[in-house]
Nanobody, 123 residues
Framework: QVQLVESGGGSVQAGGSLRLSCAAS?????MGWFRQAPGKERMGVAK????????LYDDSVKGRFTISQDNAKNTAFLQMNSLKSEDTAIYYC???????????????????WGQGTQVTVSP
């Protein structure tokens, strides 16, 4: 029901930065990103509750990544600083209109996905 278009991936050296964007087609209760590295399961990276701007992060990115939003444009941003080789993955934007799904933020539960964008961090 919610279409997502994401952009901003690329290749950087360790310590560098990238900014991902995700534009939703309409209202969402939350937006965020998952990532999936080769041979690994998809994991939640960050989410933001669009109503009040509350943001939560996986421990692996706390202090380095910042999620924000432009509510007027139904768009979320993920500022990724101090990138590490371990951050290399395909990053998928996700969004939901369900508070329960937003609270769980499980890749098994989310139903609205962006097309994915590759982030490559070289050592």
């Amino acid at each position: 029901q919610v279409q997502l278009v994401e952009s901003g991936g690329g290749s950087v050296q360790a310590g560098g930065s990238l900014r991902l964007s995700c534009a939703a087609s309409g209202y969402t209760y939350c937006m965020g990103w998952f990532r999936q590295a080769p041979g690994k399961e998809r994991m939640g990276v960050a989410k933001i509750y669009t109503g009040d701007g509350r943001a939560l992060y996986d421990d692996s990115v706390k202090g380095r990544f910042t999620i924000s939003q432009d509510n007027a444009k139904n768009t979320a941003f993920l500022q990724m600083n101090s990138l590490k080789s371990e951050d290399t993955a395909i990053y998928y934007c996700a969004a939901e209109t369900s508070p329960g799904k937003c609270a769980r933020f499980s890749p098994l539960d989310m139903t609205n996905w962006g097309q994915g964008t590759q982030v490559t961090v070289s050592p």
